[in-house]
């Protein structure tokens, strides 16, 4: 059986926000992850805080958790919901650093949106930060990549 799926945010008269006022206030939770691809040796700068603009994973992350209170000033229709615990964490590989944003609220509505958009930013800073290392002698980015973003879990209770 063909689930049959609908926009909804869009109708017979236009754009609309969802109407969510009916629904129940429930648990939610969502965690996003992403990788920026990095040379091996900004890594490694990261890791022993020796970039120039300063702790590239605090404002990383504070950048990300910013973020995700802002989201529904950032995509258009996006309720604003009050949030009760923001966490961006960071995992280090040989040429790339994975960011994961967890994002929980009691409310009518998922907080996916804002998991995502904690991970992009967080993902976006650390590039501005290292941008000066990984530019090539044209100034061009041959290396870095933002990549694989994605919600890997949802939760409504």
Request: glycine content about 8%.
């Amino acid at each position: 059986m063909v689930r049959k799926m609908e926009l909804t945010h869009v109708n017979e008269k236009g754009v609309k926000m969802v109407e969510v006022g009916q629904k129940e206030v429930v648990f939610r939770k969502a965690i996003a992850k992403g990788r920026i691809k990095l040379k091996p040796e900004t890594i490694r700068l990261i890791q022993e805080g020796k970039t120039k603009k300063g702790n590239v994973i605090a404002s990383a992350q504070i950048a990300g958790i910013l973020a995700v209170k802002r989201t529904w000033e950032i995509i258009p229709l996006c309720h604003p919901i009050p949030l009760t615990g923001v966490d961006i964490a960071f995992e280090f590989g040989k040429d790339y650093i994975e960011a994961t944003c967890e994002v929980r609220a009691y409310y009518k509505t998922g907080v996916e949106m804002e998991a995502l958009t904690g991970v992009s930013v967080a993902l976006l800073t650390i590039w501005d930060m290292v941008k000066a290392v990984e530019k090539d002698e044209k100034g061009q980015y041959p290396f870095t990549r933002i990549e694989d973003i994605r919600v890997v879990e949802k939760i409504k209770e």
